[in-house]
């Protein structure tokens, strides 16, 4: 995949790679320049796609705090597994 630098030193990066990584708009992405020159890029956080679900839903009932704590274990195994 080839992206070019803009004149302020931005890229874009490829759909394909957005997608595959699940970048989003406001996605935290950190970068490590390796001894061999090569560059690392690794996805912190997602963009605001982690905060879906966690208003409440009109006309849904109220989760306790067991429930929603359960369900943000759930998610950072599944996030943690993918990661592996």
Do not use: N, Y
């Amino acid at each position: 995949m080839l992206s070019t630098v803009t004149d302020k030193g931005q890229i874009t990066l490829p759909k394909a790679l957005r997608d595959k990584l699940g970048i989003r708009p406001g996605s935290k992405v950190e970068f490590a320049l390796q001894p061999d020159e090569t560059v690392r890029m690794r996805v912190l956080a997602r963009g605001s796609a982690g905060l879906f679900g966690l208003l409440a839903v009109p006309g849904e009932a109220t989760r306790s705090l067991d429930e929603i704590d359960a369900g943000v274990t759930a998610a950072v195994r599944k996030r943690a597994a993918a990661l592996r």
